[in-house]
């Protein structure tokens, strides 16, 4: 998997980083996801692992949104926490509504993004 992900790093258009990144991260999360966080958080620093960091939250949220939720909060990387925060909300929000919230009111985010991340689920 390093070395997909070293390839992703070196081509050449942001979004195929991303899409890149994406299905791998989407791929092992599924499988597990505690392990895809560890695997995560060992890549250099940079966009991909922020984006990888990101996703893996995001995916392992589908199944186990409380587990993921307190994984990203004790990560305590800002950058992450916002970039995560309406997917994993999302899915808390399915399943707890007010575990969501409170997960939310918790976060140390802005409380703009954090009423933008209401509003995405409110519709």
């Known amino acids: ?11 050449p258009d942001p979004d ?11 791929t092992f999360a599924a499988k597990a996801p505690e392990e ?8 250099p620093d940079g966009p991909v692992k922020d984006r990888a960091l990101t996703q893996t939250a ?10 993921a939720a307190q994984w990203l909060q004790a990560l305590g990387e800002p950058g992450i926490l916002e970039s995560s925060a309406p997917g994993v909300y999302a899915s808390l929000l399915a399943k707890d509504p007010v575990a969501a919230n409170s997960w939310l009111d918790g976060l140390p985010i802005r409380a703009d993004l954090r009423d933008y991340v ?3 689920n409110s519709q």
């Open 1 to 11: 998997l390093h070395a997909a992900i070293n390839w992703t790093s070196s081509l």
């Open 16 to 26: 195929d980083v991303e899409r890149s990144v994406d299905g791998l991260v989407e």
């Open 36 to 43: 895809a966080t560890r695997w995560a958080a060992s890549f």
């Open 58 to 67: 995001v995916y392992w949220a589908h199944f186990e949104p409380q587990k």
């Open 118 to 120: 209401r509003s995405l």
